[in-house]
């Protein structure tokens, strides 16, 4: 094996960064470089865009590489590679501040912004890239951990670390980082020098960065797995005997033993029997030395479509067995076929010995794939009448044990110590609570319960939930895209030959396939559809109604298509049913719900707050209305006190049009909620739009037509609709005296009701309000009152009753707590006051500019933070919305838990705000 001594990626790199020419395929300087097929690999790289040369053509191979250099380069290759995309503006912005604070150069900022973002790097590791304005260079093992952290979302890691525990200095790497120098090491990114030293201590240079690129490459964009076919397959039991024909054309012969061989579904983590291999199965595999070590059954080969029922087994007794099925999501009981085969983990035992082991691990999860056969036998109806019934009996039984499971489905609500959730394909809805370690994920994304709450509440989003063997939840993953989009549908479309409410007969040329309603594809799984000609759209109806509109159809000789959609256990799931073949073109039916706040739209395109979702806006909206209705646009009702629904509405607007809600979509001042509809292709269908906040500077306010413009920071002039008497929240000054010119210029901040009408005007910035402040500066204790930094002029305090407090940074506005914070060390306060004539403090505005103590508590949800100081006073400090927590690596939602006592220094914004908080 070739001697790989680096250990990450490489992209192209700005030339501020350095100094780099184009692609150079022919580098003089490379031919000495201590490695065979050093010039091959470094030429491949620089020939894809990889990694530059210098403007002398030359490579420079032993020059070290930066941390800034290192997060792009990742950044770069993951975008190359497809397996990243290019970071959304809106979500870089957020964090403009962290960067000028560590002096994160320009053309760094996007690959640390979705390092931060992704949980590749951590805000302890961005510390380290910049001494002021000089970038730091780069160790191997902050390059390894990096770049395991992004593998890390695509491979499995292992806690044993038995790869990385092979160098011969695996002592020296720290233990956070070993887990990720192992997947390095398994997947070959990495491996030993001559010593088979690791050395993760040394800085990082660009060979080593070159010669890894090629392999990272390679697996980031085609994988680590063979794949192909298997032509033959043969055995029972303890031995299996199989040919794999490779897509590269080469035949491999393997025996494989179920203990040591590994068989899952697709990439996920879903074990299946390797006995329910068979030939034709498209696979992936790895193997060393001629073993085989794993297999992935790949195109549609899912765990449902190899067994007819799956689920967990609830009881087995006598000759029947119950099972929680996967496909409905409810309780089933079968009886046994005579002959009925049962295995546990692949092996064949009798029915007592299965029965024996599900008492033994009754404390576990037995997971079973069924085969069954279905007979038609004479028996009852409902009515006591003798007819044909069908009888669906168990033919294989395969179990295996496992201490959690996980269900995927629709969530339907979540709360703070449960969800409830339709499993997939299923009408039921199942409630679990959280286990107090459950951990919370927005798709790979670690997130808190809070975050996960909201995009849970926001619409149409999936589910997939692992419980443990109390029944409550230890992970819960939520996302906008369903679990099983890729895999769980089929679509063929048919003429109709015959249907009735016991089976539907489908022509295919001169065949028939034959579908019966009953054990196989109960009618309560279905969904029945039929075209509605006058509205032209898909109407569901039951079974009646369908078989009605095919005789009727029939009987006038118009032939009847049908489409069938199947589910993932292959059990029919929807059906179609209709005379006009460009019904078809209308496609599914199913409709996406959203409703959260707007993050951003950049032309036709929309994204959600906490979304990864992107939507798109189509070019315009027709509102249909009745020309006998007088509709009034405010209140979404006619004349008659009906509502209304439009395509596009934006409430509190008087003008409901694709203009305006783009206006306030786009503008930075105002914050948008909106509720849409989206097809199949995320295609919006119609928004219902209204704004909760906004902020700009009042250009004129009309009382008397409740109409209040505002201009915001970026330049848009958006109008709004006011209450008659919207509330300002203080006595200073009345929503009379904004309507008059000597507002004009302030600026505003608006809080709307849910109906998008102005409720409270708020003046941030007027004349009269900066005509309060006598005295400002950084507040110093003085006897009996305060002082300012450089002045000896003392002012008195007046009793708490008759001071007004502001405090901007704190939880209070005691005057005690304030005059506390005034006198301790740890503590800087900046003040604005108003003084009586007799230079008493009638009025104090508080901002906390730097703050210092032992770190107590972090509240995520409240945005609040509590230190003690060294003077034994506990202080709670309201924050900005993500503030830069970095203390000893500690993970924002171990704070509380691993952080507590340590010290920390405060920063805060102009606006008293906490933005910072470092060990």
């Not at 069908?390 to 996980?406: L, M, N, P, R």
């Not at 002029?793 to 007046?798: A, D």
Request: negative net charge; proline residues 1%.
């Amino acid at each position: 094996m070739k001697k790989k001594m680096a250990l990450a990626l490489a992209a192209v790199m700005a030339s501020s960064c350095m100094g780099v020419t184009g692609y150079a395929a022919n580098f003089k300087d490379i031919s000495d470089v201590p490695w065979d097929g050093a010039k091959t690999v470094i030429n491949s790289v620089a020939d894809l865009g990889l990694l530059s040369g210098y403007e002398d053509n030359t490579f420079r191979a032993k020059n070290n590489v930066t941390y800034c250099e290192a997060i792009q380069m990742l950044y770069s290759v993951l975008v190359k590679t497809g397996t990243a995309k290019q970071m959304d503006a809106s979500v870089q912005y957020k964090y403009t501040s962290f960067m000028q604070s560590y002096n994160i150069p320009t053309w760094a900022q996007s690959a640390v912004s979705y390092g931060l973002e992704n949980s590749i790097i951590t805000t302890a590791d961005v510390a380290k890239f910049m001494s002021g304005k000089t970038s730091n260079l780069a160790t191997r093992e902050d390059v390894a951990k990096m770049f395991g952290n992004a593998m890390a979302v695509r491979y499995d890691i292992d806690r044993d670390t038995q790869a990385a525990k092979k160098f011969n200095d695996s002592w020296s790497i720290s233990s956070d980082s070993i887990i990720l120098v192992d997947l390095l090491a398994r997947l070959e990114i990495i491996s030993g020098d001559n010593n088979n030293n690791f050395n993760p201590k040394n800085n990082i240079n660009r060979a080593e960065m070159a010669v890894m690129l090629n392999k990272a490459y390679e697996i980031l964009k085609n994988g680590t797995e063979t794949t192909g076919t298997i032509t033959d397959f043969e055995g029972s039991g303890s031995t299996y005997k199989l040919t794999i024909k490779t897509d590269s054309g080469d035949s491999l012969f393997f025996y494989a033993v179920p203990d040591l061989v590994k068989v899952y579904n697709g990439n996920t983590k879903q074990e299946l029997s390797l006995s329910r291999l068979k030939s034709g199965d498209k696979i992936s595999f790895t193997y060393n030395s001629g073993s085989l070590e794993t297999i992935r059954v790949q195109e549609g080969s899912t765990m449902q479509e190899k067994y007819n029922i799956t689920g967990y087994i609830t009881s087995l007794k006598s000759d029947v067995i119950t099972i929680e099925n996967d496909n409905t999501g409810e309780s089933e009981k079968l009886d046994f076929a005579s002959g009925c085969l049962f295995y546990l983990d692949n092996k064949s035992v009798r029915r007592s010995e299965l029965e024996e082991k599900l008492d033994e691990n009754n404390d576990k999860y037995a997971y079973a794939g069924i085969n069954t056969k279905t007979t038609v036998e004479k028996g009852k109806d409902s009515s006591g009448y003798t007819t044909q019934v069908e009888k669906t009996t168990v033919t294989e039984v395969y179990v295996t044990f496992s201490e959690q499971y996980t269900r995927t489905g629709t969530v339907e609500n979540m709360e703070n110590t449960y969800i409830t959730y339709s499993p997939t394909d299923s009408s039921a809805t199942n409630m679990i609570y959280f286990d107090s370690a459950c951990k919370f994920y927005n798709n790979d994304k670690s997130v808190s319960l809070s975050q996960l709450k909201s995009l849970a509440n926001s619409g149409t989003v999936y589910t997939k939930v692992t419980v443990n063997k109390e029944g409550k939840a230890t992970k819960v993953v939520v996302s906008e895209e369903s679990f099983t989009a890729d895999n769980n549908t089929s679509v063929t479309t048919y003429k109709v030959k015959n249907f009735t409410d016991s089976q539907m007969i489908l022509g295919v040329g001169d065949d028939k396939i034959t579908y019966k309603f009953g054990s196989t594809n109960p009618v309560s799984n279905i969904t029945f559809y039929k075209w509605d000609d006058d509205d032209e759209e898909w109407v569901s109806c039951k079974i009646s109604n369908a078989e009605s509109y095919f005789d009727t159809n029939d009987r006038n000789d118009e032939t009847v298509y049908s489409w069938v959609l199947f589910n993932s256990g292959g059990k029919i799931n929807k059906v179609y049913l209709s005379t006009k073949k460009s019904a078809w073109a209308s496609g599914d039916d199913s409709v996406a719900e959203r409703k959260a706040e707007i993050a951003s739209l950049s032309g036709n395109t929309l994204k959600f707050k906490n979304s990864s979702v992107s939507y798109t806006l189509l070019d315009q909206y027709n509102v249909k209305i009745s020309e006998d209705k007088d509709v009034d646009a405010i209140t979404g009702t006619d004349s008659d006190g009906n509502t209304v629904k439009y395509p596009l509405t934006v409430l509190g607007s008087k003008v409901s049009s694709l203009t305006v809600f783009k206006k306030m979509a786009e503008s930075s001042g105002v914050t948008l909620y909106a509720e849409i509809k989206a097809d199949s292709k995320n295609v919006i269908q119609s928004i219902e739009a209204r704004p909760t906040s906004a902020i700009g500077k009042l250009d004129s306010y009309d009382i008397d037509e409740r109409e209040l413009i505002l201009i915001t920071s970026d330049g848009k002039k958006i109008t709004f609709t006011t209450k008659r008497k919207p509330s300002t929240g203080t006595d200073d000054y009345t929503y009379e005296d904004i309507g008059t010119s000597g507002y004009v210029g302030s600026t505003l901040k608006l809080s709307f009701d849910s109906d998008g009408i102005v409720q409270k005007i708020a003046v941030n910035e007027n004349a009269y309000e900066k005509g309060l402040i006598d005295e400002k500066g950084t507040a110093e204790s003085a006897e009996n009152g305060l002082k300012f930094t450089g002045s000896s002029k003392v002012y008195g305090w007046m009793s708490r009753s008759d001071t007004e407090v502001h405090n901007f940074s704190m939880t209070t506005t005691s005057l005690d707590r304030v005059k506390e914070a005034i006198d301790d060390e740890d503590i800087t306060i900046y003040a604005e006051v108003s003084l009586t004539e007799k230079d008493m403090v009638e009025r104090i505005n508080v901002y906390t500019r730097a703050a210092e103590g032992a770190f107590q508590e972090y509240d995520e949800d409240d945005h609040t933070l509590r230190i003690l100081t060294a003077d034994g006073h506990k202080f709670t400090f309201n924050t900005v919305n993500k503030p830069t927590i970095s203390i000893s690596g500690i993970d924002t939602d171990k704070l509380n838990d691993l952080a507590v006592g340590k010290t920390v220094k405060l920063t805060f914004n102009s606006d008293g705000l906490l933005q910072s908080a470092k060990k």
